[in-house]
């Protein structure tokens, strides 16, 4: 009987099966009263939460796992409620709520009791914690560019520019509407399985994930079995059906097709169709389709854009090389991460300022390296809120200018914390309880993002009047749901004389602040990454987390001019 509940338990919770409402409410008291199942059930759950985590490219289970390791969190009626609002939440789909998704709300509380238990005996503890915690993100708003499903994707751009891609890169997801290519080769994969090779200048209307318009420019469209049935056209005719790969090529109000392989067919405005063969090509004349000379080298390919790629990326990370020397050489160049070593194991990052401190040279703990902007060289990955490299930059600095190229990969946590002031640890009498200060010293620092896809930069007041602790300048939102899993150059000036504050996103200026109450910035150490919590964020059930990588991070003694900071962008952006 329990291998038969399990499966049918299993089944209702991934979704597969809707059991009736006897069977539901039969499963339910068992996992309420049976510890045996409900262990069990907790560890298969959980294991494939984790996968899921893995796997998921908006990774929403992670929130649910960081729970399960906090020991100090007791599950009641009232902390259930608050998991499924926190789930739906994050449910960014909004889809529609069944029993089985009320059953994972229910579960979701168990399985977090149960990871409070199993972390409270690891530690010696012997005994459930009770001190309970709220979930205290309020809902977020989701905007329109947010639930407006991807029609395709960007898979490769490639010497690419135009209005709407200027911030665009490889993965962007694409939604209807226009897409501009002023110059290079852009390759688009639309979900339904069509793909586009496009050549600039060109002009697309995206419509669905089977139909798109060419309205200027030179395509290669193939389709294979799952794509057959996609619909491109051009002004005054379409192709409705294919089996094979086919070029077009809109020029004006003129417009020729290319049958590259296979067999397909096209259909002028009265309706009229013809079947054209491989290897034939026509244009339309009035209502009629008239031959003409078959260009099959003319039209975009995969070996054009492959070749394109290699080059681009060759040159262009040369180029970036070339610049971060000059920057590392500079004098006010306090630090300068660009995370190219020999070394990659170590555990050391280098500091490449040619006045580097002996202390500035990171130490990783917990991040892992993987690849960064150019297949050569690495960048560091941040997935666990341990993940950090700790640094010293001891000195006091009434001008500051900081960037960073950055990749959020998912929002799992309410808040993103890239660098902040690392306060040194104070101890007991005895030495052996080590402690963080509750409050903060003026001229501290936090540079971070929050779930809305705001940036801020906070600087502590040095006093916790009115809660007053941070005076903080925030951008409008910045990382929108295009923006995740992309590259993006972060940066911010800040001077402590005027209070002037700027942020600035992809080489433009966003945001432009004066702080009321600004103070000379006070470093001795620095965490870049997660930061370590002081008691009164812990007691408080502060929540913060980094999932994704750095690449490159500059610190400057001065501030940077915005033609310097787009300088850093335009030489420092991915090829592809």
């Known amino acids: 009987m329990m291998e038969k509940d399990f499966e049918d338990l299993t089944a209702a919770w991934l979704g597969h099966v809707e059991l009736p409402a006897e069977r539901q409410s039969a499963l339910l008291a068992r996992l309420r009263s049976d510890a045996l199942f409900r262990a069990e059930f907790a560890e298969d759950a959980q294991m494939r939460a984790m996968t899921r985590a893995i796997q998921s490219a908006e990774p929403r289970w992670l929130e649910l796992n960081e729970l399960i390791a906090r020991p100090d969190i007791e599950a009641d009626a009232e902390f259930e409620e608050r998991v499924a609002e926190e789930w739906i939440r994050i449910d960014t789909d909004r889809k529609r709520l069944n029993w089985t998704r009320w059953l994972g709300f229910g579960f979701a509380a168990v399985v977090i009791w149960l990871g409070s238990v199993m972390v409270a005996f ?28 991807p029609v395709a994707i960007l898979t490769r751009i490639v010497n690419g520019a135009g209005p709407v891609e200027a911030g665009r890169q490889s993965g962007s997801p694409l939604r209807p509407g226009r897409f501009h290519l002023d110059s290079g080769l852009a390759q688009l994969d639309f979900v ?23 309205l200027q420019g030179a395509a290669t469209c193939s389709l294979d079995s799952p794509g057959r049935g996609f619909r491109l056209s051009t002004p005054g005719w379409a192709v409705v059906d294919t ?27 009265a309706g009229q169709r013809r079947e054209l063969a491989e290897a034939s090509a026509v244009k339309l004349a009035g209502e009629a389709f008239e031959p003409v000379l078959y260009r099959p080298a003319f039209f975009p390919s995969n070996g054009e854009i492959d070749r394109l790629e290699r080059e681009a990326v060759a040159n262009r ?19 300068h991460y660009t995370f190219m070593s020999d070394v990659y194991r170590d555990r050391r990052v280098e500091n490449h300022a040619v006045a580097a401190a002996g202390d500035s040279h990171g130490i ?3 991040a892992k390296w993987t690849e960064g902007r150019w297949p050569w060289k690495k960048a560091l990955e941040f997935r666990k809120r341990t993940d950090r490299v700790l640094l010293g930059l001891p000195g006091n600095h009434a001008r500051l200018t900081l960037a960073t190229w950055l990749r959020v990969d998912g929002f799992t946590q309410p808040q993103y914390v890239l660098l902040s002031t690392k306060q040194p640890e104070q101890r007991e009498a005895d030495d052996s309880f080590p402690t963080y200060p509750s409050s903060r010293r003026r001229g501290e620092i936090r540079w971070m993002i929050d779930r809305s896809g705001s940036v801020q930069f906070k ?9 007053q602790d941070w005076d903080t300048a925030a951008t409008p939102r910045l990382f929108k749901d295009d923006a995740i899993g992309q590259w993006a150059l972060l940066a911010v000036t800040y001077d402590a004389d005027s209070g002037a504050v700027t942020h600035f996103w992809n080489g433009k200026p966003v945001s432009k602040s004066v702080m009321s109450n600004a103070a000379p910035l006070e ?31 500059l610190i400057s003694g001065r501030i940077l001019e915005d033609r310097e900071v787009a300088e850093l962008f335009i030489n420092g952006k991915p090829a592809s």
């Open 122 to 149: 690891q530690f010696g503890m012997g005994s459930r914690p009770t001190i309970s915690a709220t979930l205290k993100t309020p809902p977020v708003n989701l905007p329109e560019d947010a639930v407006r499903a």
């Open 192 to 214: 339904d399985g069509a793909r586009l090779l496009l050549r600039g200048p060109a002009s697309l209307e995206l419509a669905s994930a089977v139909e798109a318009r060419l």
């Open 243 to 269: 089996s094979g790969t086919f070029g077009l090529e809109v020029v004006g109000s003129n417009a020729e097709l290319h049958t590259l392989s296979g067999v397909l067919t096209v259909e002028n405005q």
């Open 317 to 335: 990370s040369v180029d970036w090389w070339e610049h971060a020397q000059s920057w590392s050489r500079e004098p006010e160049t306090l630090l």
């Open 364 to 366: 990783v703990i917990g």
């Open 459 to 467: 600087v502590a007041t040095g006093s916790s009047e009115s809660g």
């Open 523 to 553: 470093f001795q150490y620095l965490e870049l990454g997660n930061p370590a919590l002081s008691e009164s964020e812990h007691r408080g059930g502060d929540r913060y987390g980094f999932f994704g990588s750095l690449d490159e991070l």
